[in-house]
Structures are given as structure tokens and as C-alpha cells.
């Protein structure tokens, strides 16, 4: 099976900017979840989505949002870009709502100037 | 509450040697417990996990110890190799309606040959 993808794997943009990463989960994963890696912050829980539903938010500005497609595709936007939202956004994915193992994709690093 | 301190922040092993990677917990209801191997550039792999109702869990040469009275666990990596040199997090979550994972802050080991 082919593992999480992500798109773009790098993005440049500037403050006050908007930016929409995508997220391809594991072929019959059905739940995505996003995390923020800095190296100040580490890894931190964005949002998790399941059958296209948010289950769970992380302490996180309504800046960043997400949405989970009929595919379990899944998009995560922030808008109005700000310095410090430079980071690695991982997304990961898990089989089913009981399952604990999560596997994550390579991250989209995006860099705010 | 939340959180898992993890320790050290960095690591020098010798090749053939031991490594040894401590992390520990407050909250109770943490009832998952994996471990991460990150190399740059690259997003977390899921390396192994275990369960409280298990003191310890082997994988090749990984293994977990888990002692839940003193809420705390630990990851060893036997006869270290060179290629094991990344970031290693570990990681808690329970398995209510969410599956977040809540990560310790990292440890970069360095294997040398």
C-alpha cells in the first residue's frame, strides 16, 4: 500500500498570505489528523477529521481549519499568514475509529516571510 | 496535565552500544503509548507501542518498558547502528472520542561507528 501523501512538500509564502495543504491518507484509512512541527513548539495536534466530520481541535487559532473530502482526502487551510506559522504539517492517518496507530506522511514545510 | 516530558534531549551512543530514552507522563487515562523515529526531512515513522496492561513490548532490537505506577516509559534500542541515528519521540494518546497523540519534545541520538 502506498503511505500517506502530501502536496505540496515545500511552499513559500508571505505574511498575511493564505495557504491550503493537501493530505492523501492510506488507502482505507478513513480518519486524517494534522500536526505542527517547529523546533520551539515540536509536535503539536492541529485537527482531526473522520467520514468527513471534526472530531477533535487542537489549541490552534480559527486561522488554521481543515476539511475531510467523501475520499478521506483531506485539506488543511490557514489563513492571513503569520511569521511564526512557518513549520512542518504533518498529516496522518489511521484506519478506523478504534484504531490507535497513526502514520504520518513527509510534511509540507512551509516557510513564511 | 497533558503533557510527557521526555529525556534526554540528545544522545551519543558507540556502535554495538545500548541506547536508553526516558519519557513520562501525568495523565491516567493515557492508555497508548508509541514511539517515533524521525530522520530529517522526513515525517515520524511509527517504531512500536504499547498498552499499560503490558510491562514491556520487544521488536527486533527495540524495546519498550512501561511502568505504570511510576507512570513512566522507556525506549531501548539494543546493539545500536550508525543507521539508527534520527530523532526519537515518544508519544501518549487514550482512546476516547480522541486519538490525539500528545508528544515528548524529542531526542536526537547519534550512533558512531
Known amino acids: 500500500k502506498a503511505g500517506v501523501t502530501q502536496t505540496p512538500r515545500y511552499l513559500i509564502k508571505t505574511r498575511g498570505q493564505q495557504v491550503t495543504l493537501s493530505c492523501s491518507p492510506i488507502s482505507g484509512h478513513r480518519s486524517v489528523s494534522w500536526y505542527q512541527q517547529t523546533p520551539g513548539q515540536g509536535l503539536q495536534f492541529l485537527f482531526e477529521?473522520?467520514?468527513?466530520?471534526?472530531?477533535n481541535k487542537g489549541n490552534f487559532p480559527g486561522r488554521f481549519s481543515g476539511r475531510q473530502f467523501s475520499n478521506s482526502r483531506s485539506e488543511m487551510n490557514v489563513s492571513t499568514l503569520e511569521l511564526g506559522d512557518s513549520a512542518l504539517y504533518l498529516c496522518?492517518?489511521?484506519?478506523?475509529?478504534?484504531?490507535?496507530?497513526?502514520?504520518f506522511g513527509p510534511g509540507t514545510r512551509l516557510t513564511v516571510l | 496535565q497533558q503533557q510527557v516530558k521526555q529525556s534526554p534531549q540528545s544522545l551519543i551512543v558507540q556502535k554495538g552500544g545500548i541506547s536508553i530514552i526516558n519519557c513520562a507522563y501525568e495523565n491516567t487515562a493515557f492508555d497508548y503509548f508509541p514511539w517515533y523515529q524521525q530522520f530529517p526531512g522526513k515525517g515520524p515513522a511509527l517504531l512500536i507501542a504499547?498498552?499499560?496492561?503490558?510491562s514491556e513490548k520487544k521488536e527486533g532490537r527495540f524495546t519498550i518498558s512501561f511502568n505504570k505506577s511510576a507512570k513512566q516509559f522507556s525506549l531501548h534500542i539494543m546493539d545500536s547502528q550508525p543507521g539508527d541515528s534520527a530523532t526519537y519521540f515518544c508519544?501518549?494518546?487514550?482512546?476516547?472520542?480522541?486519538?490525539?497523540?500528545?508528544f515528548g519534545s524529542g531526542t536526537r541520538l547519534l550512533v558512531r561507528p
Open positions: 496522518a492517518s489511521r484506519p478506523g475509529a478504534t484504531y490507535n496507530e497513526q502514520f
Open positions: 508519544a501518549a494518546s487514550k482512546g476516547d472520542s480522541s486519538y490525539k497523540l500528545i
Open positions: 504499547i498498552r499499560p496492561d503490558v
Open positions: 477529521y473522520f467520514s468527513e466530520t471534526q472530531r
